[in-house]
C-alpha cells in the first residue's frame, strides 16, 4: 500500500476542469500516465452490470446527454461525449487496459444506496482487476459496496 503515498495522486486523472480534458476520460488518465501520477477515478454501474468511468449518477453535468447512467447499457455510454471533446464515458475495463499498469489506481465505487447495484458494481471492478498488471486500491464511502467486494 506503499504507493498511496509515493507518488502524487490525480483526482479522476490530469484533467482541466473539464474544460479541454475532462474528469474520468481517457485523455485525464493519459495525462497522468504523462506526468507519473496515480490515478484516482470514479465507477458507476450501467444498466448491463458494467463498471464505467464516471463520478456522478446522472449525465446532465459532464455530457449533453440526461438521466441516469444505471438506465443506459455500456454501449450507449460508450457513444455519449464529454463535454464537446472527443472523450466518451469509458468502461474500467477499457481505462485500465490504457493505464497498463504504469502507475498505481485508486478506484472509488459510486453506488445508489441499494445493496443489489453495490453487489454487481463491486463485482464488475473485482472481474476488471483480476488481470490488471499495475496496483490498484478499491474504495467506497458506501458499506454495501465494500462488504460486496471480493477479488
Not at 474520468?24 to 496515480?38: H, L, P, Q
Not at 477515478?41 to 448491463?48: A, F, N
Amino acid at each position: 500500500m506503499k504507493f498511496i503515498t509515493r507518488l502524487p495522486i490525480a483526482h479522476r486523472g490530469l484533467h482541466d476542469g473539464n474544460e479541454a480534458v475532462y474528469e474520468n476520460s481517457i485523455s485525464a488518465f493519459r495525462a497522468a500516465v504523462e506526468y507519473g501520477y496515480a490515478i484516482e477515478l470514479d465507477v458507476q454501474l450501467s444498466g448491463d452490470g458494467v463498471a464505467m468511468a464516471f463520478h456522478d449518477a446522472k449525465l446532465d453535468r459532464l455530457t449533453n446527454q440526461s438521466g441516469l447512467v444505471i438506465d443506459r447499457n455500456s454501449e450507449e455510454l460508450q457513444s455519449i461525449r464529454l463535454g464537446k471533446t472527443t472523450d466518451t464515458i469509458d468502461t474500467l475495463e477499457d481505462v485500465l487496459l490504457e493505464i497498463g499498469g504504469d502507475v498505481p489506481v485508486i478506484i472509488e465505487m459510486k453506488g445508489r444506496g441499494n445493496p443489489t447495484v453495490a453487489r454487481a458494481l463491486a463485482s464488475g471492478v473485482a472481474r476488471d482487476l483480476v488481470n490488471y498488471p499495475g496496483e490498484a486500491a478499491v474504495m467506497s464511502f458506501e458499506h454495501d459496496l465494500l462488504t460486496s467486494f471480493k477479488k
